[in-house]
């Protein structure tokens, strides 16, 4: 008996092995998503998700393994075998014609010539059904590059639907948008699968899955280890499967003590390298003892203001004082020398040199330090004791600080800035985006050695674009929006009063 079509899976995955090299990104996978659900695949990550993802949109070849779309053997070698077997895929980088309509980018590579007449007036009346039909209202003469960028994703999303995409994968698409912006693309995928559409969504946060997802399947270094229906698992029990092992989810720590101010910002205003107003007249202080959070979505100045404040960039104009004294203008090497530690938000071109071993990055910037070296040599067997013992300290894996800093994962990485900046015991110190691209694992770490410098009479500065964190971190909030600093708020706040403030909606 050959199973009707109606019952079989939208999505059937046998077999899926893939390596680049060395890495064995995806290990005999068996994944079945059933036609008309939304199905999670959660991750740490580099656990494979977007390669696994990226063979079932074509963009990758499997090296063994087969797929079977509504039952039917397919073979899909490039991403217009896919589109032909109703396959859409939303990327993590919008691939969008930036100075092109909307209209435009939606016809783009489907007709052919995509600017003739007889195609643009049918898209038209093709996207105005699409719109009636899954509420996914968007002006088709808007320019991409002028649309906020939930709406962009909603133009990629539109583009997939006007192929003809039965099957919808999102790679972690809530990444660049506001928490109102990722509710509205949850209703729009909502819709979608009560339409009858499979969506495949990808994400690193257990929130989301257990708020839209019916199936939730779990990857962990490139294998398949669990497949769950929604309703009958738990975050803890989804993070321990990510994990491999049990995780703490929730910081604990108890009320703060903060006592005196350590770092001022005062009317700070601050432009990019094109004379773009970033930073405009932010004051705040953080004192010894608290932790303070910089909320907003990235991109409203939170990194030009840490770059200012961390000796990267000059302000255009204000102040910032550190115990009183001031030190607008100062580089990097004067504020560490007079307390300020700094994990950077983009650990790859400030916080490492991946080319060096593990040792050095141990002490980069710290290297003048007579400690690791007489005069301008470094002393190669100090740093090596050194970094032992933070490996020791801060579990940084493989303990081998000989080897090159990026033969390291993300999260390991992050531990070495983490643990170099940490164990200098500055005064202040300054975090961006601490746990970007790192493992929950590495992240209960990197979260309670943050809380154990603030009880140890630290400042710590915060900035952050996961809210989460934010929340669970902060002992106060600041929300950054356009430049400004919109408002102080309790970590106690809502999420949506917060997410408002972080739209620049209200205050
Ligand atoms: N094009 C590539 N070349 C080499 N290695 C890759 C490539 N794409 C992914 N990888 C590696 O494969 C592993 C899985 O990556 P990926 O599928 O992107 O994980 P995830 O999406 O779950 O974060 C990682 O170790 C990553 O570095
Ligand atoms: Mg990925």
Known sequence: ?????????????????????????????NLTVAKGSIHGIIGENGAGKSTLMSILYGFYHADAGSIRINGQATVIDDSQAAITAGIGMVHQHFMLVENFSVLENVILGVEGGALLGRGVSEARSALKRLETDY??????????EELPVGLQQRVEI?????????????????????????????????VLRDQGKTIVLITHKLREIMAITDTVSVMRRGEMVATRRTTETTVEELAELMVGRRVLLRVEKGPAAPSDIVLSVRNLTVKDGRGVTMVDNVSFDVRAGEVVGIAGVAGNGQSELLEAITGIRKPASGEILIHGKPVTGFDSARLRAL????????????????????????????????????????????????????????????????????????????KIVVAREIERDPALLVVGQPTRGVDIGAIEFIHRRL?????????????????????????????????RVVGEKTPDTGEQTLGLMMAGIAA
């Not at 603030?454 to 106060?476: N, Q, T, Y």
């Open 1 to 29: 008996m050959s199973p009707t079509p109606t019952a079989a899976p939208a999505i059937e995955l046998i077999g899926i092995d893939k390596k680049f090299g060395a890495v064995h990104a995806n290990k005999n996978i």
């Open 339 to 414: 307390g300020l530690g700094h994990i950077p938000e983009d650990r790859h071109h400030m916080g490492l040199v991946l080319g060096f071993e593990e040792s050095e990055n141990s002490v980069l910037g710290y290297h003048r330090d007579s400690r690791y070296g007489r005069g301008p040599l470094l002393d190669l067997d100090a740093c090596r004791e050194d970094a032992k013992a933070k490996i020791e300290k801060y579990d940084i894996r493989p303990p081998n600080c000989r080897l090159k800093t990026a033969n390291f994962s993300g999260g390991n990485q992050q």
């Open 451 to 483: 809380i154990a410098m603030r009880d140890a009479g630290k400042a710590v500065l915060l900035v952050s674009v996961e809210l989460d964190e934010i929340r669970s971190l902060s002992d106060r909030i600041l929300v950054m929006f356009a430049g």
């Open 135 to 144: 509420g996914l209202e968007v002006d088709p003469d808007a320019i991409i």
């Open 158 to 190: 539109l583009k997939a639907l006007y192929r003809g995409a039965e099957i919808l994968i999102l790679d972690e698409p809530t990444g660049v948008l506001t928490p109102a912006e990722a509710d509205h693309l949850f209703k729009i995928l909502g």
